[in-house]
């Protein structure tokens, strides 16, 4: 850190906050090579961007910067554990040093940013040092935003396909349809067919009216690994649809990781007209009745009289009420057979030579089956063992 000059005049006290603040009115300047170091409030009413030095913002307690005209620092560092809270737009000419605490602005105010101008940049970027608000650029076409919320680092990498004027993003570990940061919301259950499910963990919010790719990434945290039936291939980008009102395939160009650890590289599209960007996956080939009945599988059926497992439940075979059911014993050989099937099979044959037989039942045994849902185009097999 470079040596400071501490500014002691022009304190006074505010009205509009507890502590103490520095207020600019036009008389603060600093020249090239010198520094100023902020430990109190920062009110700003005055232009304040002609500088060549240092603006420094330290201390244990929480600072804020606000005002009615926005400052531009040439370097600024951030060594404030308790965070500088921004309610006015801070510009950054050349270096934003984090140290130590967060840039925090408010999520639902998207005119409050740290602003990194074309030839702006940060470092020392962590969990422990970050933006937990807007970040935003000014005529860029490449650019890692160093946001995330209060407790992780989560970064989102812009690929423009153009220089942008502006852009602006920021990211929150909530639920997109239930926000608590916010005042809209993004229902993860308003979503194409072509989205078997929507993340409901975090999401990032970006603007920008020129056609870009994102890069994003998950982390145990993000608990993919507990959507049904994700897998590493499944993962895709999907966008919050402003036109549609529900969540839409962005697409992927690129996939790197697992299913704990990852990131992907989104296909090109038009930030304005996404309210939100997050993590989807790609429904089964099955479409969705396999998600809904995971008991689809193997069966055990004991037609003894006591009222359990009587009869061959196949779940919710309503769905489908145009179906047929098939089984066989351990031989191939088929031994029932039912079209539009609702729950009659308890052990006896009703086809071939068994059938002759069925008083007495089948013997006991694994037996093979397989449906077929005609109404939504599906199969399935497994298997039942039948108990005497």
């Keep these: 850190m470079k040596q400071l000059i501490a500014i002691s005049i022009g304190l006074f006290a505010s009205l509009t906050y507890a ?19 902020f430990h109190t409030n920062f009110i700003n009413d005055a232009s304040f961007d002609q500088h060549i030095g240092l603006a420094g913002f330290y201390g244990n307690n929480s600072i804020q910067v606000s005002g009615n005209v926005a400052p531009s620092f040439w370097d600024a560092e951030f060594f ?39 030839n702006g940049f940060f470092t020392g970027e962590r969990n422990g040092a970050k933006i937990t608000g807007f970040a935003a650029i000014n ?4 650019f890692s935003f160093p946001i995330g919320d209060e407790n992780q680092l989560r970064p989102l990498t812009l690929i423009s396909q153009g220089s942008t004027p502006l852009a602006r993003c920021a990211y929150l570990f909530e639920n997109p349809s239930s926000p608590t940061s916010l005042t809209s919301s993004f229902d993860v259950n308003s979503k194409v067919s072509e989205i078997g499910t929507v993340t409901d963990q975090e999401f990032w919010i ?4 020129v056609p870009a790719a994102v890069t994003i990434s998950w982390n145990a945290r993000s608990d993919l690994a507990s959507i049904p039936n994700a897998s590493f291939e499944s993962i895709i980008v999907v966008g919050w649809s402003i036109a549609a009102n529900q969540w839409v395939v962005i697409g992927n160009a690129a996939k790197g990781g697992d299913i704990t650890n990852g990131f992907i590289t989104s296909e090109v599209f038009n930030p304005n007209d996404f309210g939100a960007i997050t ?16 008991t ?10 006591d009222g359990i497992n009587e009869f061959l439940v196949l779940d919710n075979m309503s769905e489908s009420p145009n179906n047929s059911l098939r089984i066989f014993n351990r031989f191939g050989q088929k031994v029932f057979e039912k079209i539009n099937y609702v729950d009659e099979f ?16 089948l013997p006991e045994g694994v037996y093979f089956y ?11 097999q497994g298997f039942l063992f039948l108990d005497r």
């Design 139 to 142: 005529n860029r076409d490449f």
């Design 296 to 305: 689809l599988g193997n069966y055990f059926l004991s037609p003894n009289g």
């Design 370 to 380: 397989l449906v077929t849902l005609d109404d939504l185009g599906l199969e399935y």
């Design 206 to 209: 970006l603007n920008s009216g």
């Design 80 to 118: 404030v554990p308790s965070n500088v809270m921004l309610r006015i737009p801070v510009h950054i000419q050349n270096n934003a040093n984090l140290v130590d605490g967060n840039v925090d602005s408010p999520l639902d105010d998207q005119t409050v940013y740290l602003n990194f101008m074309q």
């Design 279 to 294: 993590f989807g996956t790609i429904p089964l080939p099955t479409d969705t009745f396999a998600v809904n009945n995971p």
């Design 19 to 37: 502590q103490n603040a520095l207020y600019n009115q036009g008389s603060i300047q600093i020249h090239p090579n010198g520094s100023i170091g």
């Design 346 to 361: 308890n052990g006896e044959s009703n086809t071939g030579n068994f059938y002759l037989s069925q008083d007495i039942g």
